[in-house]
Nanobody, 113 residues
Framework: VQLVESGGGLVQSGGSLRLSCAAS????????MMWFRQAPGKERELVAS????????NYADSVKGRFTISRDNPKSTVYLQINTLKTEDTAVYYC???????WGKGTQVTVSS
């Protein structure tokens, strides 16, 4: 299992980012995927998940209405669209496969006020 996140950066409050996670080493379309984030000094938290087909999604209450998870199975990639960024969204964002202990290295999102 290999997961490579990208798309993070430094953005101003109110801006948008699209994070990507390229997966390999397993049949991507067979597995649900998740995005987590970990802010400095805080526990890693689940922010969004998506079913294997993409038909089902779930979000943490703190991000509902601003985050959108999606996937492209032929490209073995899962995305996280983040809109109306807030300073409290500053964190390292990670993707993860359901039923797997593997993590990618994450991508840093920093939101300035």
């Amino acid at each position: 299992v290999q997961l490579v996140e990208s798309g993070g950066g430094l953005v101003q409050s109110g801006g948008s980012l699209r994070l990507s996670c390229a997966a390999s080493g397993f049949p991507f379309s067979n597995y649900g995927m998740m995005w987590f984030r970990q802010a400095p000094g805080k526990e890693r938290e689940l922010v969004a998940s998506i079913s294997s087909s993409g038909s089902g999604t779930n979000y943490a209450d703190s991000v509902k209405g601003r985050f959108t998870i999606s996937r492209d199975n032929p490209k073995s990639t899962v995305y996280l669209q983040i809109n109306t960024l807030k300073t409290e969204d500053t964190a390292v964002y990670y993707c993860k496969r359901f039923n797997s202990a593997y993590w990618g290295k994450g991508t840093q999102v920093t939101v300035s006020s």
